[in-house]
């Protein structure tokens, strides 16, 4: 039997793992630093209180309970050694035969070390609880106060990224705004709270079509988020964003949402790195340089006739990616040539709050937005989200909002807290 690690429990190490399960020539170690499966498309309800962490994870161990050949393991890999075929933890190291690295992307802040150290990320389930904490302390924090000023800056949330996840953040932290919060601190006056979503480039949803970007904007509009676009912010300093036009906004809260890279252990050869820290692979997934290591999902930059510039880091590719490289996996042993890889873009969408979304489909090029736009976001996330309870939970909560107007689970925890700016 070959020993493959797969470096990664997300969309993609996940799927290649499950398609591999119970398969007699592989044995597969599965690392990750969590011992769970994290759902990133509801990151931004568990942020703004309206999910449970728990609901979007799956316990690893749980999945593979019953497998003869996947074994998990829960630790951070520092390290490869491709000379010696072996990674490197902060206890261990492994051999392997082959290697899929499924690292996925990380926060990118640019470079800029205050911004990183000041502004709330949101690419794990921690840092969407911490993301819940930090809302929810300055909610009370401001309910203490009495100077108006004070109050503002408390209250005043600025989210930097217009992409999905700062168009579904800021449309959840507004509908939050309107309906829970003003029952739940009657000493606080909402019209002090401003929710800003800046974004440097002229439209919001950069790779939706220009429909979905105006509807999506006309929703946050009447929602009252103030939506900047055009607008680069250049650093994050004592409570104030400072944006490049001289221009400054005071803020105890900002959300980083405007950029990912690549993350993996290191030890891999430069030449295989592409400039946003991603592994140039060929159209078999095979990392460029390397016989035996393989790259899928978010971490992968795989150019194709029609994606010259790679795909898009979304978690449908990263499952696609994991399928075709255990297909061909299994096509090795039975002596049959590989299948190189084609990504199929079944379409886009984003939602901004309820009965608010915007489709793009992409055959028929069609685009819409609305309740049934909505509709079919809700559908499609319940349908990709893992374990049966999971997907329960989740409807009876989106059901229980839909009909009370209320995020149930406004909790903070004094150990989590810290104020960053
Ligand atoms: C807030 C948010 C919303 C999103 N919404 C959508 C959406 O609506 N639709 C969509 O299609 N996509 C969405 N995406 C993108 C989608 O989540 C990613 O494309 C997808 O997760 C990529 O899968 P992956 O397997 O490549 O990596 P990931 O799912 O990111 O998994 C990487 C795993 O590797 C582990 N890991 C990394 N480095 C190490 C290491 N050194 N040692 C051990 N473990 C390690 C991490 O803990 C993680 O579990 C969203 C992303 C975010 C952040």
């Keep these: 039997m070959k020993h493959i690690i797969v470096i990664g429990a997300g969309f993609g190490g996940l799927k290649f793992a499950r398609k591999l399960n119970n398969t007699k020539e592989y044995t597969i170690t599965l690392i990750d630093r969590n011992n769970f499966h994290q759902f990133q498309p509801l990151f931004y309800q568990v942020a703004t209180a309206g999910l449970d ?7 690893l161990r749980n999945i593979f309970r019953a497998s003869k050949n996947v074994r998990i393991r829960v630790e951070e890999v520092t390290a490869i050694s491709t000379i ?5 933890t902060p206890t261990d190291t492994l051999s392997y035969d082959y290697l899929v690295l499924a690292t996925g992307a990380t926060t990118n802040f640019f470079n800029n070390e205050t911004i990183k150290a000041h502004s709330f990320p949101m ?56 309906d829970t919060l003003p029952k739940e601190y009657p000493e606080i006056n909402f019209s002090n709270m401003v929710i800003y979503l800046l974004e440097g480039s002229p439209k919001l949803l950069g790779n939706m079509s220009q429909a979905s970007s105006e509807s999506a904007l006309g929703y946050l509009n009447k929602m009252g988020v103030v939506v900047k676009t055009s607008t680069v912010v250049k650093d994050y300093i004592e409570g104030n964003v400072i944006l490049q036009d001289g221009s400054n906004i005071g803020s105890h809260l900002v959300i980083w949402a405007a950029g990912v890279k690549g ?48 795909f898009p880091q979304l978690a449908n590719v990263a499952i696609d990616q994991a399928k075709n490289l255990a297909d061909n996996f299994m096509n090795q042993i039975k002596g049959k040539k590989a299948e190189p890889f084609e990504y199929f873009n079944k379409g886009s969408m984003a939602t901004i709050g309820r009965n608010k979304a915007v489709v793009d489909l992409a055959k028929p090029k069609l685009s819409f937005q609305g309740f049934f736009a909505w509709f079919i976001w809700m559908t499609l996330h319940l349908f990709l989200l893992i374990g049966f309870k999971n997907k329960i939970i989740v409807f009876i909560n989106w059901i229980y ?16 807290a810290r104020r960053k700016d």
């Design 123 to 178: 690419k794990s389930t921690a840092q969407a609880l911490q993301l819940r904490n930090q809302i929810i302390g300055n909610l009370e924090e401001a309910s203490r106060k009495t100077n108006v000023e004070d109050i503002k800056k408390l209250l005043t949330i600025v989210i930097v990224g217009g992409g999905p996840t700062g168009v579904e953040l800021s449309g959840a932290l507004s509908e939050m705004r309107r």
């Design 263 to 310: 993350t993996m252990p290191e030890g891999l050869i430069n030449a295989s790195i592409s400039k946003s820290n991603l592994l140039k692979v060929d159209e078999f997934n095979k990392v460029i340089g390397y016989e035996e290591v393989y790259a899928i999902g978010d971490i992968a930059s795989m150019e194709s006739k029609k994606y010259p510039r790679g």
């Design 401 to 416: 909002k839909y009909i009370t107007h209320n995020q149930s689970l406004s909790l903070w925890y004094s150990t989590l």
């Design 84 to 88: 010696d075929k072996t990674i490197t």
């Design 53 to 59: 962490a728990s609901n979007i994870s799956f316990p």
